[in-house]
C-alpha cells in the first residue's frame, strides 16, 4: 500500500512539476536577469544610466512576480526527491527506544511483576 501512495503521489508531482516547467524557466531566467541589473547598477558611476538599470530592473521585477507561482514546480521537484529516497524503505521502519528508568510510575508493569514472582 506504501509504494502505491509513493507512486500516485510521484504521478502528481510529476504532473506538476511538468505544468510548471516553463514559467519555473522563465522565473530562473528573470531571477538572473535581475541579479545581472543589480550589478549592472553596482557597478555604474552615471545617474542616468542608474535610473536605466532601475527601470529595466523594475520590469524583470514584474517577470518575477508574474512567475512566482512556478514556486509549485519546485515544490513538486523537492516531493519527487523525497518520494525517491523514500521508495526503497521498509514499512516498519520505525525505531522504537526503550529507556530504562528506575523510577516506578514509568515503570508499573515491570515493578508489578516483580512483586507477583
Do not use: R
Request: glycine share 6%; net charge neutral; hydrophobic share 55%.
Amino acid at each position: 500500500m506504501k509504494k502505491f501512495m509513493l507512486f500516485v503521489g510521484g504521478l502528481v508531482a510529476v504532473l506538476i512539476l511538468l505544468a510548471n516547467l516553463g514559467p519555473m524557466i522563465l522565473l530562473a531566467l528573470s531571477v538572473w536577469l535581475l541579479y545581472i541589473c543589480f550589478k549592472k547598477f553596482m557597478s555604474t558611476d552615471s545617474t542616468a544610466a542608474k535610473v536605466g538599470w532601475v527601470i529595466i530592473g523594475l520590469i524583470v521585477v514584474s517577470i518575477t512576480l508574474s512567475n512566482i507561482y512556478a514556486v509549485l514546480g519546485v515544490a513538486a521537484a523537492y516531493a519527487l526527491y523525497l518520494i525517491y529516497k523514500n521508495w526503497n524503505t521498509p514499512e516498519s521502519s520505525v525505531v522504537h527506544e526503550i529507556k530504562e528508568d528506575d523510577d516506578p510510575f514509568t515503570n508499573f508493569e515491570k515493578q508489578w511483576a516483580e512483586l507477583n514472582k
